[in-house]
């Protein structure tokens, strides 16, 4: 989504704000999408020259130096055939030709016309229609033994990371708040947490920062909100341990929930002109998913007990 995203961008009629050009390739940095070192397209002067959207699509399926998503659905297929005793046949073969397809598509972006951002656009969106189907076949088709619980822990804590992330950094980089009223940073955080229907259905052409946050922070009904994910990771959590909804146990409690939030704190900035609520709430949901990933190790896969550690040293 993130790849996808922002070759839609350096590709439109309208050039990217420059605030919302930095943010993307930042993240695609971040992500491993594109190497270290590789220098920005809106510095070049020439936009012929587009270094940067060149080496993006040249990595898409690259295993060398980049956590591509090539690199990503082959790691998927690698931890599948680990479990494929548990996989339906239909379920197995979604994820080889998932694999298959993006491989010959990026063959194909790479070669056509030296880099093709257009058919670069057309393989992401046919490998987010086959994830699509997998996780489906995921939630739709596979027992709800303990696998499947850390399975879904695994995504949810991968979700909160990122989302948090992305919003957290788009704070930062003052996306929200363009001097020409250009709406392109408020659009692209919708469209990477996969909520721009669901905002346009509830609050049509609104712009403001108070909505934007209640749909993607606070709303535990949108299913790629932090409140959402974070309360089916509690869930999720409850139901791994073995305890009662009303009893949680305290690795379920250590998941913050944004809704311990107001959402005019969460919208309103401080007299330095910051979201500092906004930025100590994701960075504590941030980091309390960490912290779970961390504590799932240790409880469930440490195979040496911490007392007996110092011994064997």
Same mark, same amino acid.
């Given at each position: 989504?993130?790849?996808?995203?922002? &070759?839609?961008?350096?590709?439109?009629?309208?050039?990217?704000?420059?605030?919302?050009?930095?943010?993307?390739?930042?993240?695609?940095?971040?992500?491993?999408?594109?190497?270290?070192?590789?220098? =920005?397209?809106?510095?070049?002067?020439?936009?012929?020259?587009?270094?940067?959207? #060149?080496? %993006?699509?040249?990595?898409?399926?690259? !295993?060398? !130096?980049?956590?591509?998503?090539?690199?990503?659905?082959?790691?998927?297929?690698?931890?599948?055939?680990?479990?494929?005793?548990?996989?339906? @046949?239909?379920?197995?073969?979604?994820?080889?030709?998932? /694999?298959?397809?993006?491989?010959?598509?990026?063959?194909?972006?790479?070669?056509?016309? *030296?880099?093709?951002?257009?058919?670069? /656009? *057309?393989?992401?969106?046919?490998?987010?229609?086959?994830?699509?189907?997998?996780?489906?076949?995921?939630? *739709?088709?596979?027992?709800?033994?303990?696998?499947?619980?850390?399975?879904?822990?695994? #995504?949810?804590?991968?979700?909160?990371? +990122?989302?948090?992330?992305?919003?957290?950094?788009?704070?930062?980089?003052?996306?929200? +708040?363009?001097?020409?009223?250009?709406?392109?940073?408020?659009?692209? &955080? %919708?469209?990477? +947490?996969?909520?721009?229907?669901?905002?346009?259905?509830?609050?049509?052409? =609104?712009?403001?920062?108070?909505?934007?946050? $209640?749909?993607?922070? &606070?709303?535990?009904?949108?299913?790629?909100?932090?409140?959402?994910? $974070?309360?089916?990771?509690?869930?999720?959590? $409850?139901?791994?341990?073995?305890?009662?909804?009303? !009893?949680?146990?305290?690795?379920?409690? =250590?998941?913050? =929930?944004?809704?311990?939030?107001?959402?005019?704190? &969460?919208?309103?900035?401080?007299?330095?002109? !910051? +979201?500092?609520?906004? #930025?100590?709430?994701?960075?504590?949901?941030?980091?309390?998913?960490?912290?779970?990933?961390?504590? @799932?190790?240790?409880?469930?896969?440490?195979? @040496?007990?911490?007392?007996?550690?110092?011994?064997?040293?």
């Amino acid at each position: 989504r993130l790849a996808k995203l922002y &070759l839609e961008n350096i590709n439109s009629e309208y050039t990217p704000s420059h605030s919302l050009w930095v943010w993307l390739e930042h993240l695609c940095h971040q992500y491993g999408l594109v190497p270290e070192g590789v220098p =920005s397209n809106f510095n070049q002067g020439d936009i012929r020259h587009r270094v940067f959207e #060149r080496t %993006l699509i040249n990595s898409l399926n690259k !295993n060398e !130096n980049v956590t591509s998503v090539g690199f990503n659905l082959n790691a998927m297929k690698r931890t599948a055939s680990n479990v494929r005793e548990r996989l339906s @046949i239909e379920q197995w073969s979604t994820i080889n030709n998932c /694999i298959e397809e993006f491989q010959q598509d990026c063959h194909k972006a790479i070669t056509f016309h *030296d880099f093709s951002s257009s058919l670069a /656009i *057309d393989a992401l969106k046919r490998v987010s229609s086959s994830l699509a189907a997998i996780t489906g076949a995921q939630t *739709d088709r596979m027992t709800r033994d303990d696998g499947w619980q850390l399975l879904s822990i695994g #995504r949810h804590i991968e979700r909160l990371s +990122f989302l948090t992330t992305v919003l957290d950094s788009a704070i930062q980089m003052g996306l929200l +708040f363009n001097p020409n009223n250009d709406s392109s940073g408020y659009m692209a &955080l %919708l469209n990477l +947490f996969d909520s721009t229907i669901t905002f346009h259905a509830q609050h049509q052409q =609104s712009r403001e920062i108070a909505p934007l946050i $209640s749909l993607l922070v &606070l709303d535990d009904e949108n299913p790629r909100s932090l409140a959402w994910v $974070s309360k089916a990771l509690r869930a999720r959590l $409850s139901k791994l341990a073995g305890t009662e909804r009303n !009893n949680p146990d305290e690795l379920t409690l =250590s998941v913050a =929930s944004p809704q311990e939030y107001d959402l005019y704190e &969460l919208s309103s900035t401080d007299t330095f002109g !910051n +979201f500092t609520d906004l #930025r100590n709430c994701l960075n504590r949901v941030s980091q309390s998913a960490w912290h779970v990933s961390d504590e @799932i190790s240790a409880r469930y896969f440490n195979l @040496i007990h911490k007392k007996d550690y110092s011994v064997q040293l």
